[in-house]
């Protein structure tokens, strides 16, 4: 007996998003854990790390991005988590 397939269907962006690294696309732009303006941008309301395949980044960067956010952390600068009520 064929197993029932899948009635899940999965949608597709009809035009897919072109996502480029921030930080490769501007040279200037660093990846400074003390300044959380800009680390903020790779954090949810939550205070959670905004994954790869969302905000875009390449892995190198995505890495210091992600480092750079745990020393901010370590130091205050940003939030572990946030409540949101
Ligand atoms: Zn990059």
Request: glycine share 2%.
């Amino acid at each position: 007996m064929p197993r029932p397939r899948s009635t899940r269907r999965r949608r597709r962006r009809p035009f897919p998003r072109k996502k480029v690294c921030r930080f490769c696309a501007d040279k200037k732009l660093k990846v400074d854990y003390r300044e959380p303006q800009s680390l903020k941008y790779f954090i949810t309301e939550r205070g959670k790390i905004i994954p790869r395949r969302i905000s875009g980044n390449c892995a190198q960067h995505q890495r210091q991005v992600c480092k750079a956010i745990k020393q901010a952390r370590q130091i205050a600068l940003l939030p572990y988590s946030e409540s949101t009520i």
